[in-house]
């Protein structure tokens, strides 16, 4: 009787158990992400990454959860075109409270197939500008906005969404909150939190690119968190202008004083890490040959100021090549967005270079002035003692420790002091000293 007994509770807990893993294996899976900070290539290749992962992980929705002022605008369209083109619906959604999706986050909010936004949100301002805020020429903002202006409409309209009202985003910079984006037809919900917004998403047919359309299905879904990795943040923060010029300059100086004093292996090490870092961050940034070559050839002088008496010729034609090569160096190709490197972190940086590479180039001028102390040469005008008598004007003298045949100083007695005047091979001239 107890067998069975026992057997029938072991039954029972099974079935409980396969059930309940049955259920938690057919609940819909949420993908959730977050970009917070600027838009750059490290948030671009993080939301491809993000979307591709919940295409194959057989995901019902991915919620991309935003807080960002803004940032390049070819990282912008990169990401639009991967929401537009994901075979699993987005919502974009700018959260929690408090946060703003302003400028290259407006158009990503506009680009979801679903737009939300938290209480206490705000979105818009998407005026182009320059990488620092900087207001640009007339030439470039006619040309950016423009662009821009066919960019936001496109999105709005693809989304069935409020193209007058999103195109004013970038002709005026309106910014919206949460209200009235809601009343002005920019976006589709309000929700206090992820599971608000899925509780409000149940059901509701969306309209995918190309004119099909799917309701969603989300009840009892499960959301995983997927955020950026630590790599990702990294490479994020490097990709910033300033960051990449700072890290540039920093990897040419440590190089070049590993150079002039060679054996300090630390500034060699540290200059290497932060080139490489730096070249990363060139490899996705606007960046213009002309302007490194030309901070390049700063350092070529510098290098020729320490082998070539110039007066301060070269170390002063290596600063205005150094400043016009910082100006000029986000200037390349694609660099609509006017990125370049703020002026407040090109000159202390140019004056900090300056002050190393003068340091370096006086150290080793001193160091060249100071008599010789090694080699045949090191001996010339030494003093010397007789160890052996120099009756015939042949003897034997130590100096530096060593014992030399020595010539010269005639009937000089042992433990006289001479000096040496010249070196013959291994033999050493001396005199009587006075």
């Not at 200037?331 to 370049?340: E, K, L, M, T, V």
Request: net charge positive.
């Amino acid at each position: 009787m107890q067998a069975r007994l026992a057997s029938g509770i072991f039954l029972l807990g099974f079935l409980c158990a396969a059930a309940f893993g049955a259920g938690a294996g057919t609940a819909p899976l949420v993908v959730a992400g977050r970009i917070a900070g600027p838009v750059h290539p490290a948030s671009a290749a993080y939301l491809r990454r993000l979307l591709s992962g919940a295409r194959d992980s057989g995901a019902k929705l991915v919620i991309l959860e935003l807080s960002t002022p803004g940032g390049l605008l070819t990282s912008t369209r990169e990401m639009a075109t991967a929401i537009l083109e994901s075979p699993v619906p987005v919502a974009t959604y700018v959260a929690p409270s408090g946060s703003s999706a302003a400028s290259a986050g407006f158009f990503l909010l506009l680009a979801g197939d679903v737009a939300a936004m938290a209480p206490g949100t705000n979105s818009g301002a998407a005026h182009p500008v320059g990488g620092e805020g900087q207001d640009l020429s007339k030439t470039m903002t006619s040309k950016v906005e423009q662009d821009a202006r066919a960019f936001i409409r496109s999105l709005a309209r693809q989304r069935g969404r409020n193209a007058e009202k999103a195109e004013s985003a970038v002709t005026s910079s309106a910014s919206f909150t949460e209200t009235e984006a809601k009343e002005a037809g920019l976006i589709d919900v309000i929700a206090r939190d992820r599971a608000d917004l899925l509780r409000q998403l149940e059901g509701r047919k969306v309209a995918r690119v190309g004119g099909a359309s799917a309701p969603l299905a989300l009840s009892g879904a499960r959301i995983e968190s997927r955020d950026m990795g630590s790599l990702e943040r990294l490479l994020g923060v490097v990709s910033h202008p300033n960051i990449a010029y700072v890290l540039f300059l920093a990897g040419l100086v440590g190089l070049y004083f590993e150079l002039a004093s060679p054996g300090a292996v630390l500034p060699g090490v540290v200059g290497g890490i932060s080139l490489l870092l730096a070249l990363y961050a060139f490899s996705v940034l606007p960046v213009s040959l002309a302007g490194i070559a030309l901070i390049l050839f700063a350092v070529l002088l510098f290098l020729a100021e320490i082998k070539v008496t110039s007066h301060g010729l070269l170390a002063v034609g290596g600063a205005v090549a150094l400043l016009a090569g910082s100006a000029m160096l986000f200037s390349g190709r694609g660099n609509a967005a006017g990125y370049r490197v703020d002026l407040t972190i090109v000159v202390p940086s140019v004056a900090l270079t300056l002050a190393v590479v003068a340091f370096l180039a006086w150290n080793t001028v001193r160091l060249r002035r100071l008599p010789v102390r090694t080699g045949r040469e090191s001996l010339l005008g030494e003093t010397g003692v007789v160890v052996r008598s120099m009756e015939d004007g042949r003897g034997t003298v130590m100096v530096h420790g060593e014992y030399w045949d020595a010539r010269g100083a005639p009937a000089a007695e042992a433990g006289e002091r001479v000096r040496v005047t010249r070196v013959e091979g291994f033999t050493l001239h001396v005199e009587r000293r006075l």
